[in-house]
């Protein structure tokens, strides 16, 4: 068996009925003369896949890395400002708020200018 070592360029994946196909691209020495990356085919079951997506994320988070999708705001604030506002709110958590008392005597509807 001939080992390939380099550098994962990129790759994709295609799904089959029973297993998942992975074409990754790989740049190693004789691909980065030539100017172009060798193709490794791998076929993956259900449960090499799983473990293998267990493994990369333990090393991700070894490394400090934060795996998450790209979609990250899927079921979050879709809007500008609702992202703003829950940003602002995570930088600058609310402070408990100290209830006053009620007045004993509440005037509603007179302004300042009208006096006593």
Do not use: Y
């Not at 493994?55 to 809007?79: C, K, M, T, Y």
């Not at 829950?86 to 509440?106: D, G, I, N, T, Y």
């Amino acid at each position: 068996m001939s080992a390939i070592a380099g550098l994962l360029f990129g790759w994709k994946r295609r799904n089959t009925g029973h297993c998942l196909v992975l074409t990754m691209k790989v740049l190693d020495d004789d691909a980065l003369r030539a100017g172009d990356a060798k193709r490794v085919h791998l076929a993956i079951s259900d449960e090499k896949l799983c473990s293998l997506a267990r493994d990369l994320h333990r090393a991700a988070q070894e490394r400090g890395l934060i795996v998450w999708p790209r979609n990250a705001f899927i079921g979050r604030p879709v809007s500008l400002l609702e992202r703003l506002l829950e940003s602002f709110a995570r930088r600058f958590p609310a402070k408990p708020v100290a209830l006053l008392p009620a007045p004993e005597r509440v005037r509603l509807g007179t302004s300042r200018n009208q006096g006593g």
